[in-house]
């Protein structure tokens, strides 16, 4: 018997027998000569690119992107797993079995290529770049294919992860700060080197948040945890002077974290609510005002988290700036939803390639070009209709039901795994939300942690109940009975 290769044999003596339909679906092969040098090369450069995305934002997209091209590092994973499909098919079939999200997320896709490919020679390349919405979405088949052939996948990136979360945390706050400068740009591109959206800050912080607190790893002391967790809801503060959609979100999935962690969770709120208690008397007492540069007048102070704060809850009668935004994406998202509707393209969509911003008067600059209603989900709708809308909301409810039910029913899932999968929960959570304030879904800079995670999490949900895992000499999956 070969390294990549196993038999129902190899089981026998060590474990009890399996039964017919067991038979019928534990038995992988490991794929044609090469499929392991494209996996492993998938298992370390799907955290290289996350880590990427998560430190430099939009800025590593740029400069991680094939010189002369517009494909950027999210392309070339999408590319290695396409190979691995072709070299390991037998993972994918698995990936593909007792897995309603996987299948709705196929559908999704299979619908956005079909509003994609008949506008292709009318619009060009921008039709490919708009498509971006949806085809990142084959992340999650990838994802869910690398954790059904190698189950200890999960906490390999869980120990990767843990010091990582470290340089995030002390990286967070200057990236902030740095995050609107015009300049220094990336060789090629008119894309700012420490460009980073402040939403997409407050959402990586609410996720390191999560893994700290839901996920046992030896690596991190308890106090290490809580200095950590001290440093990223100064971070959340931080971000609500800047970006209100990504302070909500982060508070929305705060609220996600609260109801996983069990009695931990007034641990966490109470070391949370004391830090922010003490920084703010810090900051009024000391009147902080820490200005960003190119953050339209706004700074980091109490002050500006207070206006932000009444501007979100409806208790501002200022008109101002803050109130003005509001009521632009307003007027912008229904505008495309009334733009379909004039169109007749209401259940269909106006599909991948027209320019929605600029059909609705709305101005970009070059440096920051807006395609779309800055709202994913209404982009979802708008160039996808009703069809792709329902299967949108299809996709994520039939995903929270996986996983959520798999939380209920845990035999035999390691604490780790059980963390990971509520990490998942928290930062689809935490993503979906920000995304209805943020076109944040267009870009790879966030739809790679999105269906990273979803993948993730419909892995780990699929993992046996009765374990029939036997390993390899290389550690592969010999074995996989879907729950």
């Not at 820490?290 to 009444?310: C, F, K, M, T, Y």
């Amino acid at each position: 018997m070969g390294a990549e290769a196993f038999t129902l044999r190899s089981l026998r003596g060590a474990r009890p027998p399996l039964t017919h339909e067991e038979q019928s679906e534990v038995a992988v092969e490991h794929g044609a000569s090469g499929s392991s040098a494209v996996r492993r090369a998938l298992q370390f450069g799907i955290p290289v690119v996350l880590a990427g995305y998560a430190l430099f934002d939009r800025a590593f997209a740029y400069a991680a992107a094939a010189p002369g091209t517009p494909v950027f590092a999210g392309e070339l994973l999408l590319l290695l797993g396409t190979v691995l499909a072709v070299l390991a098919t037998g993972h994918f079939k698995l990936a593909l079995r007792h897995s309603v999200p996987i299948g709705v997320i196929l559908a999704f896709a299979g619908w956005g290529l079909v509003r994609t490919i008949p506008l292709i020679p009318v619009y060009g390349l921008d039709a490919i770049r708009d498509a971006a919405l949806w085809y990142y979405a084959l992340m999650a088949v990838i994802v869910r294919a690398l954790v059904i052939a190698t189950p200890e996948l999960p906490h390999r990136w869980a120990r990767a992860f843990a010091p990582f979360v470290v340089v995030l945390l002390l990286w967070s706050p200057i990236a902030m700060v740095l995050g609107n400068l015009t300049g220094p740009l990336i060789p090629g591109s008119s894309v700012p080197m420490f460009s980073h959206k402040v939403g997409n800050i407050a959402v990586d912080t609410v996720i390191a948040i999560g893994f700290l607190w839901l996920v046992p790893v030896d690596s991190l002391s308890r106090r290490v945890r809580r200095i950590l967790t001290a440093l990223a809801t100064v971070v959340i503060v931080a971000s609500g002077n800047l970006n209100r959609g990504g302070a909500v979100a982060a508070l929305i999935a705060l609220a996600v974290i609260g109801v996983l962690a069990g009695r931990r969770r007034l641990q966490l709120f109470a070391l949370m609510v004391t830090t922010v208690i003490v920084g703010l008397v810090l900051a009024w007492g000391l009147d902080v005002h820490i200005p960003v540069p190119g953050a339209e007048g706004r700074d980091i102070s109490v002050s500006q988290l207070w206006q932000n704060v009444l501007s979100v809850t409806g208790a501002s009668e200022d008109n101002s700036q803050l109130t003005a935004t509001v009521e632009f994406r307003n007027d912008l998202w229904t505008g495309a939803i009334n733009l379909t509707h004039e169109q007749n393209a209401l259940v269909t969509g106006l599909g991948f390639g027209p320019n929605l911003a600029q059909e609705l008067g709305v101005q970009a600059t070059p440096a920051d070009p807006l395609r779309s209603p800055h709202n994913s989900h209404v982009d979802v709708l708008a160039r996808m209709g009703l069809i792709g809308g329902v299967l949108w909301l299809g996709l994520w409810a039939s995903w929270y039901f996986v996983v959520l039910t798999r939380l209920r029913r845990r035999p035999n899932l390691s604490p780790v795994n059980a963390g990971l999968l509520k990490v998942c929960a928290v930062g689809v959570t935490a993503i979906l939300a920000n995304a209805y304030f943020d076109p944040t879904l267009e870009g790879p800079q966030v739809a790679i942690w999105l269906w990273t995670l979803a993948g993730l999490g419909v892995g780990i949900a699929s993992m046996p109940v009765r374990s029939t895992l036997a390993a390899t000499p290389h550690g592969s999956v010999v074995s996989e009975k879907p729950t």
